[in-house]
């Protein structure tokens, strides 16, 4: 069973509008929730965690535990927050340390 | 911060030939991830490689099909042994120091 969950291959917005990329968790403990971002021709790259509860380059995101959410959320999108965003799950009592189960990603694309 | 660097970055093989993949990090981790991103899935976890002892992998993968060294803290190789094209995929080397960071990946293309 799919334990991260992003419903949307591609979102697509225009600069300045807001976006809100989703993720649903199968999880049944106390997961830790992570969001990474892969900017084009670069490495895949931590961008926020539920733990910090800080805003990174304008995102936040927040854990929803009713509703097994974590969807990342910026006001307004700007043409330089295109790229990949991928969910990540690690299991607070997984034998692997370390151990990310992530989401099958999507894509953002900001439009001019 | 941990810097990673894998050797190859990408390389096309022969079906029934075998590639090892190395992975190198500036700092002294515990723990290093093999991930595999195949095209147009999520990142799925291969193996975690223990200094010092066997390699831990996850359900569906096999020593035999992905053997992985780790001689010291720094430095792990992961080959793919006995390609077919159901191997191409992004193989990406991780550690945890202080955060989870990712290698640039090594992109394998098995005709």
């Known amino acids: 069973a799919q334990r991260v969950t992003q419903p949307e291959k591609l979102l697509s917005v225009f600069k300045g509008a807001p976006v809100e990329l989703k993720c649903n968790y199968s999880?049944?403990?106390?997961?830790?929730l992570f969001w990474y971002v892969q900017y084009s021709r670069q490495r895949l790259q931590l961008l926020l965690r539920?733990?910090s509860r800080e805003s990174i380059k304008g995102f936040t995101a927040d854990l929803n535990k009713g509703e097994t959410s974590f969807h990342l959320k910026k006001p307004f999108a700007q043409e330089e927050d295109s790229a990949m965003y991928y969910c990540?799950?690690?299991?607070?009592?997984?034998?692997?340390?370390?151990?990310?189960?992530f989401g099958k990603g999507t894509k953002l694309s900001v439009k001019p | 911060s941990a810097v990673i660097s894998q050797k190859p970055s990408r390389d096309i093989c022969q079906r029934g030939t075998s590639l090892t993949i190395q992975c190198q990090v500036d700092?002294?981790?515990?723990?290093m991830f093999w991930y595999r991103q195949q095209p147009g899935q999520s990142l799925t976890l291969i193996a975690t490689?223990?200094?010092?002892?066997?390699?831990?992998?996850e359900s569906g993968f096999v020593i035999d099909k992905f053997p992985i060294s780790r001689p010291n803290l720094t430095f792990s190789t992961l080959t793919v042994s006995n390609m077919s094209p159901e191997d191409s995929s992004i193989y990406l080397c991780?550690?945890?120091?202080?955060?989870?960071?990712f290698g640039p990946g090594t992109r394998l293309t098995v005709l």
């Open positions: 999880y049944s403990g106390s997961p830790e």
């Open positions: 991780s550690v945890v120091y202080n955060e989870q960071f």
């Open positions: 539920h733990i």
């Open positions: 990540a799950l690690r299991e607070s009592d997984g034998g692997s340390q370390g151990n990310l189960i």
């Open positions: 700092s002294q981790v515990t723990m």
């Open positions: 490689a223990n200094q010092g002892s066997e390699a831990t992998y």
